[in-house]
C-alpha cells in the first residue's frame, strides 16, 4: 500500500526563519517519484519539485531544499529566510513509476508572520 | 510544462441542482485525473478520464454523481451532480505531464452548495 505522511499539521515562524516540512513515505514500489506541491490561499496547486526514487541526491533551489533519504523513507523540504509570501499549505506526494495513481499527504501549513 | 485552463474558478450552487466543470489543456495529454478537495483537507482522486474510454473512478466515488466526459485530448468535463452541501470543495483536473507521474493542475473549481 501507498502512504505519505506529513505529520506536522500547522507550523508558524516569524520571517527569516527557516523551517523544515517533514513526510514520510511508504510503498513497496521500488521505483516511485516524490512531488512536493505548494498551495497558496489562492487555491491552485503549484509544483515544487519531482524526485525519481534512484536519486537520492539532495537538491537546492534558491530558498528551498529538498533531503531526500531513501534509508529512512523521508523527503523533507527545507525553507531557508522564511517569507511572508511562503504562507501556504504544502503537499508531498508519491506516484509509482509507470503508474499514475499520486498519493498526497495530508498537507502542512505554513503561517510566517511579519 | 502545459497550462491547463479550468472554469469556473468558483460558483455558488442550490442543493439539488448540477455543475459541469471544465478543463482545457493546452497540450495533448493522455490521462487527466479528477480530484475533490474538501476543506482543510488534501487531495482525493475521484477519477482517470482516458480519451476514447469511460472514466475509472475511485472507491466512493461513482458515475451517476460524478460523470465525467474525455471527449479529445485536450479537454474533460466533470459533473458534480444533484449537488448537496456535503459537495462543496475544491474540484481540480490535472494531467500527467509525459507519463511522469508529475501532474500539473488547473486553478481549481470551488463550489459552495447551499
Known amino acids: 500500500a501507498q502512504k505519505v505522511t506529513q505529520a506536522q499539521t500547522e507550523i508558524s515562524v516569524v520571517e527569516k526563519e527557516d523551517v523544515t516540512l517533514d513526510c514520510v513515505y511508504e510503498?513497496?514500489?521500488?521505483?516511485?517519484?516524490l512531488f512536493w506541491y505548494k498551495q497558496p490561499p489562492s487555491g491552485e496547486l503549484v509544483f515544487l519539485i519531482r524526485r525519481n526514487s534512484f536519486d537520492e541526491q539532495n537538491e537546492i533551489s534558491g530558498r528551498y531544499s529538498w533531503n531526500f533519504q531513501k534509508s529512512t523513507s523521508s523527503f523533507n523540504f527545507t525553507i531557508t529566510a522564511s517569507q511572508v509570501v511562503d504562507s501556504a499549505v504544502y503537499f508531498c506526494?508519491?506516484?509509482?513509476?509507470?503508474?499514475?495513481?499520486?498519493?498526497f499527504g495530508a498537507g502542512t501549513r505554513l503561517f510566517v508572520k511579519a | 510544462s502545459a497550462v491547463i485552463s479550468q472554469k469556473p474558478s468558483r460558483d455558488i450552487c442550490q442543493r439539488g441542482t448540477s455543475l459541469t466543470i471544465q478543463c482545457q489543456v493546452d497540450s495533448q495529454v493522455t490521462m487527466m485525473f479528477w480530484y475533490r478537495q474538501q476543506p482543510g483537507q488534501s487531495l482525493t482522486l475521484i477519477a482517470t478520464a482516458n480519451q476514447g474510454s469511460e472514466a475509472t473512478y475511485e472507491s466512493g466515488f461513482v458515475i451517476d454523481k460524478f460523470p465525467i466526459s474525455r471527449p479529445n485530448l485536450t479537454f474533460s468535463t466533470l459533473t458534480v451532480s444533484n449537488m448537496s452541501p456535503e459537495d462543496s470543495s475544491i474540484y481540480l483536473c490535472s494531467g500527467d505531464l509525459q507519463d511522469t507521474g508529475e501532474l500539473f493542475f488547473g486553478e481549481g473549481s470551488r463550489l459552495t452548495v447551499l
Open positions: 510503498t513497496r514500489d521500488t521505483t516511485y517519484y
Open positions: 506526494a508519491l506516484t509509482p513509476t509507470g503508474g499514475f495513481k499520486t498519493i
